[in-house]
């Protein structure tokens, strides 16, 4: 959506209130969520009641918004913001929000993009390349494989299809495969650097194919630079936030995962993971 016919919605908290409705953000409720009663109505202001079990609640209830106390109209500029990954420090200001809340906002989202990228199961499958890579703040010490207080992130990108990527422990070859087998459907023509790790591949069902880097990067169709241009794509947006805690990196890493994916249609993608994860 055009940020004119946005900010013409966020006008007002009528339109706000139907636009987060329509787009599944917030629900309609035809009965009580206590009793199951029909008989429902509107109290006060963003309030419904059951005239069956007498109890009330808010319309915002079951949703992202549920303890949120900030205006419709607030809530869906920041949802446009956070698209435009415009940071915190910058948004809340531009919101007119504290800091803390518009923190809280972003925050939420990253989680509702978490729970919604890890509901994947959908096997990648055709011609897909896989690596490794390894996140981190600047240390002394080896880069790349055997990299110290790192975080090892395993990615595997199908091409002209998604990307998936996970945290692992580490990078052997047991991890790997069990990661593979989760991910990828057997039969599929597998494109590798010449890591030993990758060496079983075959035997589970596999077609394999590597590229030894240290000579070239590509021999016609084997390659790994889509999944190494993720890679890039992933730490060049990492870079903005100034450090990511160990905790929280997940949260980052899977947002990246999901706008590489829905990159084509982004804010349709986001409000229907925000529709579905209450």
């Not at 459907?185 to 880097?213: A, C, N, P, Q, W």
């Not at 993720?230 to 980052?252: D, I, M, P």
């Amino acid at each position: 959506m055009k940020l004119l016919e946005l900010l013409q919605i966020a006008s007002s908290e009528e339109k706000s209130e139907e636009f987060l409705r329509q787009k599944g953000v917030l629900k309609t409720f035809d009965s009580c969520p206590f009793c199951s009663a029909k008989n429902i109505g509107k109290v006060r202001r963003n309030f419904l009641k059951c005239y069956n079990c007498r109890r009330e609640w808010s319309i915002r209830k079951d949703s992202i918004l549920q303890d949120l106390k900030i205006p419709f109209s607030k809530f869906i500029l920041a949802v446009k913001l956070f698209i435009l990954e415009v940071p915190v420090n910058k948004a809340y200001k531009e919101l007119d929000l504290a800091y803390n809340t518009t923190h809280k906002i972003y925050t939420r989202l990253r989680r509702c993009i978490y729970k919604f990228v890890s509901k994947d199961d959908q096997l990648l499958s055709g011609e897909v390349e896989m690596d490794e890579s390894y996140f981190g703040g600047k240390r002394k010490g080896n880069r790349g494989r055997g990299a110290k207080n790192k975080i090892p992130v395993f990615g595997i990108i199908e091409r002209n299809g998604k990307v998936k990527v996970e945290i692992v422990k580490d990078v052997s070859a047991e991890t790997l495969l069990r990661e593979t087998i989760k991910k990828v459907k057997r039969g599929s023509l597998i494109y590798t650097d010449k890591f030993r790790s990758y060496d079983s591949l075959v035997m589970y069902g596999f077609k394999h194919e590597r590229i030894d880097k240290s000579v070239k990067f590509a021999n016609g169709k084997v390659y790994i630079n889509g999944i190494e241009g993720f890679w890039s794509y992933a730490k060049e947006r990492l870079l903005k936030f100034h450090g990511v805690s160990r905790e929280n990196f997940v949260y980052y890493l899977k947002e990246l995962e999901f706008r590489y994916n829905y990159r084509d249609n982004i804010e349709d993608s986001l409000y229907v993971c925000l529709g579905g994860i209450f």
